[in-house]
C-alpha cells in the first residue's frame, strides 16, 4: 500500500468541510483492494461503506442463475454502501472491485451518525446518490437500446473518468459478466474497437488510445451521466 495513502484523492471526502473533515479523519481507515474482491454480498448487512482513492467498484445483480449485470461503477468520485444511510442496511446487489487499488472504510456506525447530523454530509450523500441513481437508470436503457459496442465505450469512458492514466486491467470475461453477455461478443466489440485504433488490448490490459474517438462512437448514455455526475457533485465544499 501507499506509504501515505491520501482520502481526499475520493471526491466525496475532499468536498467535506473543515469541520466534518476533522471529525471524520481518525476514524478512516486504508485499505487494499485488489481486483475481484467483494465488498458486500446481495442480502448482507453492510459493517462499513468504502470511499474509493486508485480504484474502481462495480456494483452487480446476480441472477438465480448465476449471470450477473453491471447497475453501476464506483470510483473515486464515490461512496460504494448507499443502502446503509438510505435505511435499506442491506441490498441485492453485489459490490466487486473492478479495477484494483486502494480506497478508505468508515464504520457503519460512524455513517449512520454523520448522516442523521442533517448537516452538510447528508445533503452531500443525497445528491451522490441522485447520481447514481441516473448512472444505474441509464445502465438499464443503454442495456436494452444499445449495441454492445456502444456499451463497451461508454463503460470505457466511465471506468477512465474514475482513473488517472489511460489503462484498465481487464480480461474479456470479467467485462462479459459486467455487461452481461456472452465472452465471444466482448471478444468481437473489443477487436472492433481496436481495429479503428481506439484501445490496443493484450491479455486483460486496455489502453485506450484515442478518447475522443470513443465518445464520438459511444451512445449518448455515457454524456447523460457524466453531466448529472458534474452537476450535482461540484468540486467544492459541501455546504
Known sequence: MDKSPDPRK?????????????????????????????????GSTLSYV??????????????????????????NEGIVGVSLF??????????????AGHGFRLRARS????????????????????ALITQMSQTAVCNRHHTLDQQLCRWLLLSLDRLQGNDLVMTQELIANMLGVRREGVTEAAG?????????????????LD????????????????????????????I
Request: hydrophobic letters at 40%; aromatic letters at 8%; proline letters at 7%.
Open 10 to 42: 475520493n471526491h466525496l471526502l475532499a468536498a467535506l468541510p473543515d469541520a466534518e473533515w476533522q471529525r471524520w479523519l481518525p476514524q478512516l481507515e486504508p485499505v487494499e483492494m485488489p481486483l475481484g474482491q467483494v465488498l458486500y454480498e446481495s
Open 192 to 208: 472492433s474497437l481496436q481495429a479503428a485504433g481506439l484501445i490496443r488490448y493484450v491479455r486483460g490490459h486496455i489502453t485506450v
Open 111 to 130: 455513517m449512520i451518525d454523520e448522516f442523521n447530523r442533517a448537516g452538510p454530509v447528508l445533503h452531500l450523500l443525497l445528491r451522490y446518490t441522485q
Open 50 to 75: 468504502y470511499f474509493p482513492t486508485t480504484s474502481i467498484v462495480s456494483l452487480l445483480y446476480l441472477l438465480e442463475n448465476g449471470a450477473s449485470a453491471e447497475i453501476a461503477v464506483v470510483g
Open 211 to 238: 478518447r475522443p474517438g470513443l465518445e464520438k462512437r459511444t451512445c449518448e448514455c455515457y454524456a447523460v451521466v457524466k453531466k448529472e455526475c458534474d452537476r450535482l457533485l461540484p468540486d467544492k465544499l459541501a
Open 86 to 99: 438510505m435505511g435499506g442496511e442491506s441490498t441485492p446487489s453485489r459490490a466487486v472491485v473492478q479495477s
